[in-house]
C-alpha cells in the first residue's frame, strides 16, 4: 500500500469515526440519519484539512509519516482531534486562510500604489500633456513664472537636466554646489512649487527610501521653456 493510500485512509477512518464521537459527545442529538451524516461528512471534511493545516504550522508530519510508522499514527491522532471538533477546527482554518489572504492582498495593493506612484512621473514626462485653451495655459505659465526666484529656477533646472526623473533635496543641493544643511531650504522651497503645482512628490519605498522625491511636471516643464525662451530672446 502506498504512503498516498495509507494517508487517505487515515484521513476518511479517522473522520468518520471522530463524527460519530462527536454526534455521541451531544446527549441533545436525536438518532436520526441526516443527524449523523451531517456529523460524519464535517468529521471528514475536517480530518481532509489537517494536511493544509500542518503546512500553516510548517510541520513536515506528513514526509514523516512516509519513513516512519509511528508517525501514522501521530497524524491518525491530529486527524481525530480535529474532526471531533470539526466544526471549531474549520472554522478556524478558515478564518486563519482568510486574514493571511487578505493580508497578503494588502501588502500587493500597497505594493502596486507604490510602484503606480514611481511610474506616474515618466508618464507624465513623456505625454503630452492635453491643453484646453493656448492663451489660458500661456497665461498660467505667466502668472507662474512671476512666483519664483533665481534659486527655484536652478532647482527646478537641476531637475530637469538630470539623468535622473526623481530627485531628492539632498542631491539637489549637492548638484548646485550647496551646503548639506541648504537640503532643508530646498525642501522647502519644492514643497511651496508643489503647491503650484510645478513639481510633484514621490514616496519613497520603505525601507529603501523613505525619503521624498521629486520629479518636474508638465507645467514645470513648461514654465522652464517659456524662461529659456525669454533668455534666448534677451540674448
Known amino acids: 500500500m502506498t ?7 487515515i484521513m476518511a477512518m479517522t473522520g468518520i469515526l471522530g463524527g460519530l464521537a462527536n454526534f ?4 441533545n442529538l436525536k438518532f436520526e440519519f441526516r443527524t449523523v451524516a451531517k456529523s460524519i461528512v ?4 475536517a480530518s481532509v484539512m489537517v494536511p493544509l493545516f500542518l503546512s500553516m504550522i510548517s510541520s513536515n508530519l506528513l ?4 519513513k516512519s510508522t509511528e508517525s501514522y499514527f501521530i497524524l ?5 482531534v480535529a474532526s471531533i471538533f470539526s466544526r471549531s477546527f ?6 486563519k486562510i482568510l486574514n493571511d489572504l487578505k493580508q497578503k492582498t494588502e501588502s500587493i495593493d500597497k505594493k502596486v500604489d507604490s510602484y503606480e506612484e514611481h511610474v506616474k512621473p515618466l508618464i507624465e514626462r513623456s505625454e503630452e500633456p492635453e491643453i484646453d485653451s493656448n492663451e489660458a495655459y500661456d497665461f498660467k505659465v505667466e502668472r507662474v513664472k512671476s512666483k519664483l526666484n533665481d534659486r527655484d529656477i536652478k532647482i527646478l533646472s537641476a531637475i530637469d537636466g538630470s539623468k535622473y526623473t526623481i530627485r531628492t533635496s539632498g542631491g539637489i543641493a549637492q548638484q548646485l554646489g550647496m551646503a548639506v544643511n541648504s537640503r532643508e531650504i530646498i525642501g522647502r522651497r519644492l514643497r511651496e512649487m508643489k503647491d503650484i503645482t510645478l513639481v510633484d512628490e514621490v514616496k519613497g519605498i520603505e525601507p529603501t527610501s523613505p525619503k521624498p522625491r521629486w520629479y518636474l511636471t508638465n507645467l514645470g516643464r513648461a514654465v522652464l521653456r517659456s524662461l529659456n525662451n525669454a533668455s534666448d530672446e534677451k540674448a
Open 24 to 27: 455521541l459527545s451531544d446527549d
Open 63 to 66: 514526509l514523516e509519516s512516509s
Open 90 to 95: 474549520i472554522n478556524g482554518v478558515s478564518s
Open 76 to 80: 491518525a491522532g491530529f486527524c481525530m
Open 42 to 45: 464535517l468529521g471528514v471534511s
Open 3 to 9: 504512503h498516498e493510500v495509507t494517508v487517505a485512509l
